[in-house]
Protein backbone atom coordinates (compact mmCIF):
# COMPACT_ATOMS: atom_id res chain seq x y z
CA UNK A 1 0.00 0.00 0.00
CA UNK A 2 1.60 3.43 -1.26
CA UNK A 3 2.01 6.43 1.47
CA UNK A 4 -0.94 8.22 -0.37
CA UNK A 5 -3.60 5.28 0.20
CA UNK A 6 -2.20 5.57 4.10
CA UNK A 7 -3.30 8.70 4.16
CA UNK A 8 -5.94 9.00 2.29
CA UNK A 9 -9.38 11.27 3.46
CA UNK A 10 -11.91 9.69 4.70
CA UNK A 11 -15.24 9.48 2.06
CA UNK A 12 -17.92 11.36 3.45
CA UNK A 13 -21.92 10.43 3.19
CA UNK A 14 -23.56 13.36 1.58
CA UNK A 15 -26.71 13.35 0.05
CA UNK A 16 -27.25 14.92 -3.23
CA UNK A 17 -29.07 18.35 -1.75
CA UNK A 18 -26.26 18.77 1.17
CA UNK A 19 -23.34 18.34 -1.43
CA UNK A 20 -24.52 20.92 -4.00
CA UNK A 21 -25.32 23.57 -1.21
CA UNK A 22 -21.75 22.77 -0.26
CA UNK A 23 -20.20 25.59 -2.42
CA UNK A 24 -17.63 27.17 -0.35
CA UNK A 25 -14.26 25.18 -0.45
CA UNK A 26 -10.78 25.68 1.46
CA UNK A 27 -7.60 24.80 2.37
CA UNK A 28 -6.11 23.93 6.26
CA UNK A 29 -2.57 25.66 5.04
CA UNK A 30 -0.66 26.83 2.51
CA UNK A 31 1.20 24.22 1.07
CA UNK A 32 0.98 23.77 -2.09
CA UNK A 33 -0.33 19.89 -1.96
CA UNK A 34 -2.60 20.65 0.86
CA UNK A 35 -6.39 19.03 0.64
CA UNK A 36 -8.77 20.96 -0.88
CA UNK A 37 -12.17 20.81 1.45
CA UNK A 38 -15.81 21.10 0.52
CA UNK A 39 -17.58 22.72 3.89
CA UNK A 40 -20.60 20.89 4.06
CA UNK A 41 -23.77 22.73 5.59
CA UNK A 42 -24.25 20.57 8.61
CA UNK A 43 -20.79 21.32 9.71
CA UNK A 44 -17.82 19.09 8.62
CA UNK A 45 -15.13 18.96 6.05
CA UNK A 46 -15.20 16.72 2.92
CA UNK A 47 -11.95 16.25 0.77
CA UNK A 48 -13.76 13.00 -0.49
CA UNK A 49 -17.26 11.52 -0.46
CA UNK A 50 -19.17 8.44 -0.77
CA UNK A 51 -22.65 8.83 -3.22
CA UNK A 52 -24.90 6.25 -4.51
CA UNK A 53 -27.90 6.61 -6.64
CA UNK A 54 -29.05 5.68 -9.77
CA UNK A 55 -27.04 6.59 -12.93
CA UNK A 56 -30.18 9.01 -15.47
CA UNK A 57 -28.30 10.14 -18.07
CA UNK A 58 -24.49 10.14 -19.68
CA UNK A 59 -23.30 12.15 -21.95
CA UNK A 60 -19.85 12.45 -23.72
CA UNK A 61 -19.25 16.75 -23.61
CA UNK A 62 -15.79 16.62 -24.31
CA UNK A 63 -14.52 18.44 -27.86
CA UNK A 64 -11.24 17.20 -28.37
CA UNK A 65 -11.18 14.20 -26.14
CA UNK A 66 -13.66 12.16 -24.33
CA UNK A 67 -15.04 13.84 -20.82
CA UNK A 68 -18.16 12.23 -19.89
CA UNK A 69 -20.99 13.78 -17.67
CA UNK A 70 -22.98 11.78 -15.58
CA UNK A 71 -26.18 12.17 -13.77
CA UNK A 72 -26.35 10.73 -10.69
CA UNK A 73 -30.22 10.94 -8.85
CA UNK A 74 -30.83 9.97 -5.27
CA UNK A 75 -33.77 10.62 -3.14
CA UNK A 76 -32.94 14.08 -2.26
CA UNK A 77 -31.70 15.42 -6.03
CA UNK A 78 -28.58 15.31 -8.76
CA UNK A 79 -24.86 14.38 -8.75
CA UNK A 80 -23.09 15.58 -11.80
CA UNK A 81 -20.12 13.08 -12.40
CA UNK A 82 -17.07 14.08 -14.46
CA UNK A 83 -14.76 12.55 -15.84
CA UNK A 84 -11.98 11.97 -18.32
CA UNK A 85 -8.70 11.23 -19.64
CA UNK A 86 -7.67 11.47 -15.93
CA UNK A 87 -10.01 9.29 -14.69
CA UNK A 88 -9.80 6.45 -17.28
CA UNK A 89 -11.76 3.96 -15.10
CA UNK A 90 -14.60 6.13 -13.86
CA UNK A 91 -14.77 7.63 -17.54
CA UNK A 92 -15.57 3.77 -19.11
CA UNK A 93 -17.97 2.93 -16.59
CA UNK A 94 -19.99 5.48 -17.88
CA UNK A 95 -19.30 4.79 -21.22
CA UNK A 96 -19.89 1.70 -21.07
CA UNK A 97 -23.52 1.63 -18.63
CA UNK A 98 -26.45 2.08 -20.46
CA UNK A 99 -28.71 4.10 -18.05
CA UNK A 100 -31.09 3.63 -15.78
CA UNK A 101 -28.53 1.98 -13.39
CA UNK A 102 -27.68 1.70 -10.11
CA UNK A 103 -24.33 3.30 -9.04
CA UNK A 104 -22.06 3.82 -6.16
CA UNK A 105 -19.24 7.04 -6.80
CA UNK A 106 -16.16 6.99 -4.39
CA UNK A 107 -15.00 11.23 -5.63
CA UNK A 108 -13.67 14.25 -4.95
CA UNK A 109 -16.01 17.81 -4.85
CA UNK A 110 -15.50 20.34 -7.05
CA UNK A 111 -16.55 24.05 -7.62
CA UNK A 112 -16.76 26.52 -10.67
CA UNK A 113 -18.57 29.64 -10.81
CA UNK A 114 -20.98 30.58 -13.29
CA UNK A 115 -21.04 33.74 -15.52
CA UNK A 116 -23.81 35.12 -13.28
CA UNK A 117 -21.82 34.31 -10.53
CA UNK A 118 -24.03 31.01 -9.15
CA UNK A 119 -21.26 28.42 -8.03
CA UNK A 120 -22.19 25.02 -8.68
CA UNK A 121 -21.14 21.68 -7.10
CA UNK A 122 -19.77 18.60 -9.29
CA UNK A 123 -17.89 15.45 -8.39
CA UNK A 124 -14.82 13.99 -9.99
CA UNK A 125 -15.24 10.06 -9.28
CA UNK A 126 -12.05 8.17 -8.29
CA UNK A 127 -14.21 5.13 -8.98
CA UNK A 128 -18.19 4.22 -10.04
CA UNK A 129 -19.49 0.71 -9.50
CA UNK A 130 -22.25 -0.56 -10.98
CA UNK A 131 -24.57 -1.60 -8.08
CA UNK A 132 -27.82 -3.53 -7.06
CA UNK A 133 -30.74 -2.22 -5.38
CA UNK A 134 -30.01 -3.45 -1.79
CA UNK A 135 -26.41 -1.73 -2.12
CA UNK A 136 -28.12 1.54 -2.63
CA UNK A 137 -31.02 1.43 -0.52
CA UNK A 138 -28.19 0.52 2.28
CA UNK A 139 -26.46 3.49 1.38
CA UNK A 140 -29.62 5.89 1.70
CA UNK A 141 -30.23 4.81 5.36
CA UNK A 142 -26.15 4.81 6.40
CA UNK A 143 -26.54 8.01 4.78
CA UNK A 144 -29.08 9.50 6.58
CA UNK A 145 -27.20 8.21 9.85
CA UNK A 146 -24.76 9.89 9.27
CA UNK A 147 -26.14 13.36 8.07
CA UNK A 148 -28.29 12.71 11.68
CA UNK A 149 -24.99 12.93 13.28
CA UNK A 150 -24.28 15.96 11.79
CA UNK A 151 -27.44 17.96 12.16
CA UNK A 152 -27.29 16.59 15.74
CA UNK A 153 -23.62 17.91 16.64
CA UNK A 154 -24.28 21.10 14.66
CA UNK A 155 -27.41 22.26 16.99
CA UNK A 156 -25.85 21.24 19.90
CA UNK A 157 -22.50 23.55 19.53
CA UNK A 158 -25.47 26.32 18.11
CA UNK A 159 -27.87 25.29 21.20
CA UNK A 160 -24.24 26.07 23.27
CA UNK A 161 -23.21 29.22 22.13
CA UNK A 162 -26.99 30.96 23.23
CA UNK A 163 -26.93 29.68 26.04
CA UNK A 164 -23.65 28.17 27.49
CA UNK A 165 -23.80 26.53 31.17
CA UNK A 166 -22.97 29.64 34.28
CA UNK A 167 -19.30 29.65 34.64
CA UNK A 168 -18.19 27.16 31.60
CA UNK A 169 -17.20 28.15 28.47
CA UNK A 170 -18.77 26.56 25.45
CA UNK A 171 -17.19 23.76 23.21
CA UNK A 172 -15.31 24.83 19.88
CA UNK A 173 -16.52 23.50 16.11
CA UNK A 174 -14.97 24.99 13.74
CA UNK A 175 -16.69 23.20 11.29
CA UNK A 176 -19.72 24.51 12.26
CA UNK A 177 -18.82 28.30 12.97
CA UNK A 178 -17.64 28.29 9.53
CA UNK A 179 -20.94 26.77 8.25
CA UNK A 180 -23.23 29.32 9.94
CA UNK A 181 -20.85 32.29 9.09
CA UNK A 182 -20.71 31.03 5.01
CA UNK A 183 -24.01 29.53 4.77
CA UNK A 184 -27.91 30.65 5.00
CA UNK A 185 -30.05 27.33 4.98
CA UNK A 186 -30.79 26.08 7.80
CA UNK A 187 -29.83 22.50 9.32
CA UNK A 188 -33.48 21.92 9.94
CA UNK A 189 -33.39 21.68 5.81
CA UNK A 190 -31.23 18.58 6.07
CA UNK A 191 -32.97 16.61 8.32
CA UNK A 192 -36.12 17.03 6.15
CA UNK A 193 -34.13 15.80 3.06
CA UNK A 194 -33.03 12.76 5.66
CA UNK A 195 -36.91 11.99 6.28
CA UNK A 196 -37.70 12.22 2.17
CA UNK A 197 -34.72 9.77 1.85
CA UNK A 198 -35.95 6.89 4.34
CA UNK A 199 -39.61 7.40 3.11
CA UNK A 200 -38.29 7.33 -0.41
CA UNK A 201 -37.35 3.71 0.72
CA UNK A 202 -40.76 2.66 1.99
CA UNK A 203 -42.29 3.97 -1.45
CA UNK A 204 -39.84 1.78 -3.63
CA UNK A 205 -40.03 -1.32 -1.17
CA UNK A 206 -40.16 -4.71 -2.91
CA UNK A 207 -38.40 -2.64 -6.32
CA UNK A 208 -35.82 -3.79 -8.35
CA UNK A 209 -36.21 -1.06 -10.98
CA UNK A 210 -33.74 1.73 -10.64
CA UNK A 211 -36.88 3.63 -12.58
CA UNK A 212 -38.86 3.78 -9.30
CA UNK A 213 -36.51 6.20 -7.13
CA UNK A 214 -35.75 8.66 -10.38
Known amino acids: MSQSELTREVARRVFASEFNDSTYTFKESDDERAPNYALL ?5 ANRVFVAGTLTETEDVGDESEYWRGRV ?10 AGQYQP ?7 DTEPPAYVS ?6 TYETDDGTVNVSLRPESISVVDDATRDRWVV ?6 LDRIEAFEQW ?5 APESGS ?6 YAEMARERYDSPVVNYRNDVIQALESLETVEG ?8
Open 158 to 162: EAEQE
Open 105 to 110: VVGKPR
Open 41 to 45: PTGDR
Open 207 to 214: SDDPEATV
Open 89 to 95: EAASVLR
Open 142 to 147: ETAERT
Open 169 to 174: TAPTNE
Open 73 to 82: VDPTGTFFVY
